[in-house]
């Protein structure tokens, strides 16, 4: 089926970055449809109490923060559909977008002058069943989660410039931080090892990786083993901090618009291209009309509020790009 009516943007993805476009985009009074998915609301909605979200000094559930940023949204015009996109053809005027299965006929169409991608990114996991304590002890977000773990014993894997950011953010507060790690080198920029070695409450733990990880209500331990010697040891722990990488959700898009190595959307902001932030629109992605927002742009920071802060860049670009004009938000 095809709809009619020709949206101004179409948003894909509804966590803190897509609603936060369809906020801005409908107070500018455009026309807004966002295809939110399935799991609409993003990564928040897996989570309890955020605390590091400005505006709320005694924190936020992440369910109830998204389910009012959609709200706002709605309240200025915004349309929300709790629906996947499985196909996109993005060159040229006319963006259009399809949910269901375009390929057996039952697909339904949406069109737009513009679109804006925001599909965010999940965090690798282990594969040993951990998610079941996902904030019950597991968490791929050391910056957002290190405060919950005062004087606890902890464990950081990974080896990357992210799992030193989290070891360093968590020694702030926990008791114990073990890194453990697969080789016997860390790929991390030489900086953050030396930051990370020279820390008395970091202990490296090399040549070793995870193989199980156990628990009831929350999870209470894991079992490491040495990748040379094979043996394996038991370890008690409060908080489990995975640092292992993501997979930005751009599938999709492959072979539409330019992607870096790791899959991350490429736009203005990321592709090192000082020129567009004078001349152009730096949420842009290669393809005119559609921009990029939030975690699936964003390979660094991965927070709410860069995310939200991103929707609302991506938001004005379009708005310009549409109108030839600044906005008037
Ligand atoms: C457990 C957990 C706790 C966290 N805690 C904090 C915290 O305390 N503070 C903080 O600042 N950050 C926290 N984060 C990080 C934060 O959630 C993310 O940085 C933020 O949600 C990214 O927003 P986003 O809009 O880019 O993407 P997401 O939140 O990932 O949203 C992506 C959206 O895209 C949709 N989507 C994907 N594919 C499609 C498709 N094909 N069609 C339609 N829709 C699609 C999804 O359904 C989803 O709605 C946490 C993350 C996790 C996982």
Not at 150 to 172: I, Q, S
Not at 217 to 243: C, P, Q, R
Not at 289 to 295: I, L, N
Not at 300 to 320: H, N, P, R, S, W
Request: hydrophobic content about 40%; overall charge neutral.
């Amino acid at each position: 089926m095809i709809e009619e009516k020709k949206w101004d943007v179409i948003i894909v993805g509804g966590g803190p970055s897509g609603y936060t476009a369809a906020l801005y985009l409908s107070r500018a009074t455009l026309s807004v449809l966002v295809l939110a998915g399935v799991k609409a609301g993003g990564q928040l909605m897996n989570t309890t109490l955020v605390e590091n979200f400005p505006g709320f000094k005694d924190g936020v559930m992440g369910p109830d923060l998204m389910m009012n940023m959609e709200a706002q949204a709605k309240k200025f015009g915004a349309e929300v559909r709790y629906e996947d996109v499985a196909k996109v053809e993005l060159v040229g005027e006319t963006k259009k977008v399809w949910v269901g299965d375009p390929s057996a006929g039952s697909g339904q169409e949406y069109s737009a002058k513009a679109v804006i991608i925001s599909t965010g990114a999940s965090s690798k996991m282990l594969g040993l069943g951990e998610e079941q304590w996902m904030g019950k002890g597991v968490s791929t977000c050391a910056v957002c989660d290190a405060a919950f773990f005062k004087e606890k014993m902890t464990v950081v894997v990974g080896g990357g410039d992210a799992a030193m950011e989290d070891a360093l953010a968590l020694a702030k507060y926990a008791r114990e931080v073990h890194l453990i790690h697969r080789r016997d080198s860390f790929k991390a920029s030489k900086i953050m090892q030396e930051r990370v070695v020279t820390n008395p409450k970091i202990k490296i733990i090399w040549k070793s990786e995870v193989v199980e990880v156990r628990g009831s209500e929350k999870m209470e331990g894991i079992k490491i083993k040495n990748v040379e010697t094979g043996l394996t040891t038991d370890m008690v722990v409060d908080g489990l901090f995975l640092a292992i990488g993501h997979f930005p959700a751009t599938e999709l898009f492959r072979g539409q618009v330019v992607l870096d190595e790791k899959g991350f959307l490429k736009t203005g902001i990321t592709n090192g291209n000082a020129k567009v932030w004078l001349e152009g629109y730096p949420t842009m992605t290669s393809v005119d009309g559609v921009f990029g927002c939030g975690d699936v742009v964003d390979f660094k920071y991965k927070q709410a509020i860069t995310a939200a802060g991103m929707g609302c860049q991506a938001a004005l670009d379009a708005e310009k790009y549409l109108t030839g004009k600044v906005s008037s938000y």
